[in-house]
């Protein structure tokens, strides 16, 4: 059984202060690393994918890979009241045709 | 460019009724999924296509059936509805590598009194 864990919040930040994410996952032969933004009665939109580790950089947002330590986190410079959402982690495995999902992070930036 | 496009976007039903959800995409993507979403839970998959013909069942199946009509649209079927089948529904779709990221319908939210 393959596991994702994150942390269900919320956590909450101050306009302007960097949000630190953080999601853990079972399986070793995971290959591929997803971040998705949700709104609340939205759907989920991609923010970021790694799939080497280290760090990868896109505007205010980096994904950061641990693949030793089945870890992969997101963070988030510069916290906007607009990046107040759920944060869900998605992960893929070797060979496997699905993701699996964490239950996501609640995020609040305050103003 | 629609991408995922997912109806109806609302339904209410009565418990024993059925429906079918209907999803399609024009991104000429290969696998699509159907994943259920409750409070507290995230995102559960209930059944997936990774290529048109083949049909695959995901965590939580039971109660339900779907159809690949052809490469654009993947439906799911709930033959007799449930109270526990109270749910937003998202359709999501993906060219077929794994390594890239899955494009979500804006979902279906269905009652079942």
């Known amino acids: 059984q393959k596991e994702v864990e994150q942390n269900s919040g919320p956590l909450s930040v101050p306009e302007g202060a960097i949000a630190s994410l953080n999601c853990t996952y079972s399986?070793?032969?995971?290959?591929?690393f997803f971040w998705y933004r949700q709104y609340s009665g939205k759907s989920p939109e991609l923010i970021m994918f790694i799939y080497s580790n280290g760090d990868k950089e896109d505007g205010r947002f980096t994904a950061q890979l641990n693949k030793a330590s089945q870890y992969v986190s997101l963070l988030i410079r510069d916290s906007q009241p607009s990046d107040s959402a759920t944060y869900l982690c998605?992960?893929?495995?070797?060979?496997?045709?699905?993701?699996?999902f964490g239950k996501g992070t609640m995020l609040l930036v305050s103003p | 460019n629609a991408g995922v496009t997912q109806t109806p976007k609302f339904q209410v039903l009565k418990t024993g009724q059925s429906m079918t959800l209907q999803c399609a995409q024009d991104m000429n993507h290969n696998s699509m999924y159907w994943y259920r979403q409750d409070p507290g839970m995230g995102l559960r998959l209930i059944y997936y296509s990774a290529s048109e013909g083949t049909t695959d069942k995901g965590e939580v199946p039971n109660g339900y059936n779907v159809s690949r009509l052809n490469k654009r649209e993947f439906s799911l079927r709930l033959e007799s509805a449930a109270p526990s089948q109270t749910s937003v529904y998202f359709c999501?779709?993906?060219?077929?590598?794994?390594?890239?990221?899955?494009?979500f319908g804006d979902g279906t939210r269905l009652s079942i009194l």
């Open positions: 999501a779709s993906i060219t077929g590598a794994m390594n890239q990221p899955q494009h």
């Open positions: 399986d070793r032969g995971s290959q591929s």
């Open positions: 998605a992960v893929n495995s070797a060979g496997y045709s699905t993701l699996t």
